[in-house]
Structures are given as structure tokens and as C-alpha cells.
């Protein structure tokens, strides 16, 4: 019974894409599907590349320095960032995780 209770809430008040905007399917969470493989990561971690280590370079030392998500002024990472200081979104910190497990 509650099963349908919840779609009946949800055609009502769909849940969106925090990216897209567009209606989220079931089992998705905060972002679609398509937006969550369309996140820019880096992946430095795996190819040794770290554009994050650079910004470190001779001022404190480290043994290794990595980013999951590349910052573009404007995109999505932004956009997220934005969305979980500023628009009261706490979520989209665990939302990243979950993705991260997924690389």
C-alpha cells in the first residue's frame, strides 16, 4: 500500500535532475543517469596525472594529491557546489560518493 502512496506523491511532485532538470526514473538520486556518467572526472588517481599536485608544488610537501571532479567555471561541478552551499541541498555531498564508489 505505501508503494502507492509514493507514486502517487511523486506524480504529483516529481523529483528532478539537479543538472537537467529533467524527471528522475526509480532508483535514481538527485541526478539522472545521463548526468551522472556525463560528470567530468578526472581520474588522476589512476593515470598518475594530477593537475591538483601542481597547485601544491613547493609550498607544503605531499605524497599525493587528487581530485575526483574537474572544476570548469559555469558546469556542473559548480553547479553542484553551488547547489550545496547555497540552495540547501546536503545531499549532493553523499550523491557524490555514491558516484565515486561507481569509478
Known amino acids: ?17 539537479l543538472d537537467c532538470q529533467q ?6 538520486d538527485l541526478l539522472c543517469t545521463t548526468c551522472r556518467f556525463d560528470l ?3 581520474r588522476s588517481w ?3 596525472d594530477s593537475i591538483v599536485a601542481d ?16 572544476f570548469r567555471k559555469g558546469g556542473k561541478v ?6 550545496l552551499k547555497y540552495n540547501n541541498e546536503p545531499e549532493v555531498g553523499p550523491c557524490w560518493a555514491v558516484c565515486s564508489a561507481w569509478n
Do not use: D, N
Open 40 to 42: 567530468p572526472v578526472t
Open 55 to 70: 597547485k601544491f608544488a613547493g609550498k607544503i610537501p605531499v605524497a599525493s594529491v587528487h581530485a575526483y571532479l574537474k
Open 1 to 17: 500500500m505505501k508503494s502507492y502512496w509514493q507514486s502517487f506523491w511523486t506524480l504529483l511532485f516529481p523529483r528532478i535532475c
Open 78 to 83: 559548480q553547479h553542484f557546489l553551488h547547489q
Open 46 to 48: 589512476q593515470t598518475g
Open 23 to 28: 524527471t528522475l526514473a526509480e532508483g535514481e
